[in-house]
């Protein structure tokens, strides 16, 4: 018997938010891929087969969200002076945060890996099949990106 969808939302929220932000950065443009997440689901929530894995189903409805956002970037150039801040009202994992800015500061590939991994939950033979490749260099990119992570927080502190 399938879910009722409010609880898959609930269940999945913030694994799906952790992911955009680890794609997107933790601003505005990850909320929106978020919450079209969500929306993209909930459409195709009636034909879903019901032993599908939702979890994973959920990212990659996250990663192509986010590629969708990536590429109206890429197409729209604002300049603006200073960007708007906003709050997260959702407070998961809450404000920017410096580790955010780390995983922001990763090569994309090593990024995508490591937030599909280790945000999403995916195996890496599906993070393989999301980023290309195969399973053992999207491992390889992921533990790169750990790895980075880590020389990070010994030479600059902890992570606040």
Not at 24 to 51: I, K, N, Q, V
Not at 111 to 117: G, I, K, N, Q, V
Not at 119 to 137: D, H, Q, R, T
């Amino acid at each position: 018997m399938k879910r009722i969808f409010e609880t898959v939302v609930t269940e999945h929220q913030d694994m799906v938010l952790r992911v955009c932000r680890g794609v997107l950065g933790a601003h505005a443009d990850a909320e929106d891929a978020w919450s079209e997440t969500f929306m993209a689901a909930l459409r195709a929530w009636p034909t879903l087969p019901e032993d599908t894995n939702i979890e994973a189903w959920l990212v990659t409805i996250a990663h192509r969200k986010a590629i969708d956002i990536t590429r109206s970037r890429a197409r729209r150039a604002i300049t603006v002076e200073h960007l708007p801040e906003t709050a997260s009202t959702r407070g998961i994992p809450g404000e920017e945060h410096e580790l955010w800015a780390a995983v922001r500061a990763l090569p994309e590939r090593q990024r995508l890996a490591l937030s599909y991994h280790y945000f999403g939950g995916l195996p890496y033979s599906e993070v393989a099949a999301l980023i290309g490749g195969s399973a053992e260099a999207a491992r390889r990119a992921g533990s790169a990106g750990v790895a980075t992570l880590r020389t990070h927080h010994h030479t600059k502190g902890p992570l606040r």
